[in-house]
């Protein structure tokens, strides 16, 4: 196609039909975007975008070095960590952060220093201070983060990074702030913030399962007041 570029909407309506028409077969590779894009009408930078909202939506999937395919990714390809979080609600995090975080806190009761539960000391102290639900996601945001580094595994860091970047996607902001408006801004910060110094004991005083449960107590408090309640 030749001519003025579209806009995206129209580039991911013109990939769309391409794809019916050529009527590709599962795992068939697509023509490379300098090829791409002067077919559907737009620029390389404006296909890269229509091809994430296809990705996003299992109609192809991206391999670096590789091309771009037809069809949801194999089962031995993983899915790149941006997929996932896009496609994430807040109820699956809430779900994957209450089997993970339980026994991270575990392990950072057997390996923080003394320097490390001060730190924690001060994210909760802050957490229970916040008069809005940035302020509060902040705090609580590093709170977690710290307990995930004393456990020094980088994996396990990883991992909280891509959760948390979840607070950044607008689903999880107008929930968030919905829950927050709901339970009285005060009263949930401090409520929480109870709970952040709960866990904080719990690693001082060098005691796994005590601060297993307690943030599994934590995490499931935010689950009901977020996703239960918000019927």
């Given at each position: 196609?030749?001519?003025?570029?579209?806009?995206?909407?129209?580039?991911?309506?013109r990939?769309?039909?391409?794809?019916?028409?050529?009527?590709?077969?599962?795992q068939?590779?697509?023509?490379?975007?300098?090829?791409?894009?002067?077919?559907?009408g737009?620029?390389?930078?404006?296909?890269?975008?229509?091809?994430?909202?296809?990705?996003?939506?299992?109609?192809?999937?991206?391999?670096?070095?590789?091309?771009?395919?037809?069809?949801?990714?194999?089962?031995?390809?993983?899915?790149?960590?941006?997929?996932?979080?896009?496609?994430?609600?807040?109820?699956?995090?809430?779900?994957?952060?209450?089997?993970?975080?339980?026994?991270?806190?575990?392990?950072?009761?057997?390996?923080?220093?003394?320097?490390?539960?001060?730190?924690?000391?001060?994210?909760?102290?802050?957490?229970?201070?916040?008069?809005?639900?940035?302020?509060?996601?902040?705090s609580?945001?590093?709170?977690?983060?710290?307990?995930?580094?004393?456990?020094?595994?980088?994996?396990?860091?990883?991992?909280?990074?891509?959760?948390?970047?979840?607070?950044?996607?607008?689903?999880?902001?107008?929930?968030?702030?919905?829950?927050?408006?709901?339970?009285?801004?005060?009263?949930?910060?401090?409520?929480?913030?109870?709970?952040?110094?709960?866990?904080?004991?719990?690693?001082?005083?060098?005691?796994?399962?005590?601060?297993?449960?307690?943030?599994?107590?934590?995490?499931?408090?935010?689950?009901?007041?977020?996703?239960?309640?918000?019927?």
């Amino acid at each position: 196609m030749s001519g003025t570029r579209v806009t995206k909407e129209a580039a991911i309506q013109r990939l769309r039909a391409h794809l019916r028409r050529r009527a590709y077969g599962p795992q068939d590779r697509l023509e490379p975007e300098r090829v791409l894009a002067p077919m559907i009408g737009c620029s390389r930078e404006t296909l890269r975008a229509v091809l994430e909202v296809l990705e996003k939506e299992g109609l192809i999937w991206r391999h670096v070095g590789q091309g771009t395919f037809v069809g949801p990714p194999p089962a031995s390809e993983p899915v790149r960590p941006s997929i996932l979080v896009e496609m994430a609600s807040p109820a699956d995090v809430l779900a994957a952060r209450l089997l993970i975080e339980p026994p991270i806190a575990g392990e950072a009761a057997l390996r923080a220093t003394a320097e490390d539960i001060g730190h924690l000391r001060g994210h909760a102290l802050r957490s229970s201070e916040a008069s809005d639900w940035q302020a509060y996601e902040q705090s609580d945001d590093a709170f977690h983060k710290g307990i995930a580094r004393i456990t020094g595994n980088p994996l396990v860091i990883a991992f909280l990074n891509v959760l948390s970047s979840v607070r950044g996607r607008a689903r999880w902001q107008r929930q968030h702030d919905l829950a927050f408006r709901r339970a009285r801004k005060k009263e949930y910060a401090a409520q929480q913030g109870r709970m952040h110094l709960a866990i904080v004991e719990a690693i001082a005083a060098r005691d796994p399962a005590a601060a297993r449960q307690a943030m599994f107590d934590h995490l499931s408090t935010i689950r009901t007041i977020m996703i239960h309640k918000s019927d």
